[in-house]
């Protein structure tokens, strides 16, 4: 009896970690579409992203059908090379990126319609290419007004002590994207409705240059914001109107046809959840 119980106990603990792995996991719905020998992309089947985005944002997504074009979007997008000068930045994507992004994409679209679509890029270290990789991943989701193009991870390091295989730098489990502390990203000013993220929780205003909205009004901010402004430049806290005053000057605003009939109710049940 005595024999048993120690292969009782590994059994147990093995599947109490298979369990965690796969309770990990489950939330991704990660399943691999297209790939190449530097990008694959993945099809996420659920609707719901409250693990990765804000609240504001988890419950935006609607079903993508057809295909999209993020060529003119992933030009106007930089990064900045060295976080201690402010001048120091670089083009995002490289032309052959952004061809290889194109085209994957629209193939995973077409084979298979999703909620949304995850594209993990790896560029190799050029001191040690088969150790070392850096990892980006950008997530696409669609909303009724428009896109979201997130970014979860940006050039993370990923080193194997073995020469590394596609199984390798393509495990991947989506984390949580937090507000921007600093200015890492900006996009080029532009007229298409493209933007980086804010959010106002509260009294607090929240900056997301990892989240990018594209052309949904309902999420734009107004005026359009193309970086992260310097902490200096913003306050933490906003002063607003209460409930009630929100409501009155959202009333007066359906009543001179400054906004729809659905804007106005999704206004409105934006506004009662602050109660």
Excluded: H
Aim: aromatic content about 10%.
């Amino acid at each position: 009896m005595k024999f048993y119980i120690p292969i009782i106990l590994y059994i147990g603990v093995f599947n109490i970690l298979c369990t965690c792995k796969s309770t990990n996991y489950k939330n991704l719905e990660l399943k691999l579409n297209t790939s190449s020998e530097s990008i694959a992309v993945y099809t996420i089947q659920e609707s719901n992203f409250e693990s990765i985005l804000p609240k504001s944002l988890s419950e935006a997504a609607v079903r993508i059908e057809n295909d999209i074009d993020f060529t003119p979007i992933l030009r106007l997008i930089s990064i900045r090379k060295n976080l201690l000068s402010s001048e120091n930045w670089e083009i995002l994507f490289s032309e052959e990126e952004i061809k290889d992004f194109k085209s994957l994409l629209s193939k995973a679209i077409q084979q298979q319609s999703a909620y949304a679509y995850l594209v993990l890029i790896k560029k190799e270290d050029p001191l040690s290419p088969l150790l070392k990789v850096l990892r980006s991943s950008y997530l696409i989701i669609k909303t009724e007004g428009g896109y979201i193009l997130a970014i979860p991870d940006l050039n993370q390091n990923l080193t194997f002590a073995t020469q590394y295989k596609f199984d390798d730098w393509t495990l991947y489990q989506i984390p949580k994207i937090t507000s921007s502390k600093k200015q890492e990203l900006k996009i080029k000013p532009n007229q298409i409705g493209f933007s980086i993220y804010r959010d106002i929780v509260g009294q607090e205003v929240r900056y997301y240059d990892r989240i990018m909205i594209l052309n949904d009004k309902k999420y734009l901010p107004n005026p359009l914001l193309f970086k992260t402004p310097e902490p200096d430049d913003v306050p933490i806290k906003i002063q607003t109107q209460s409930v009630m005053e929100r409501l009155t000057a959202l009333e007066e605003l359906k009543k001179k046809g400054m906004i729809t009939e659905e804007e106005y109710k999704n206004k409105k049940t934006e506004i009662l959840k602050d109660l």
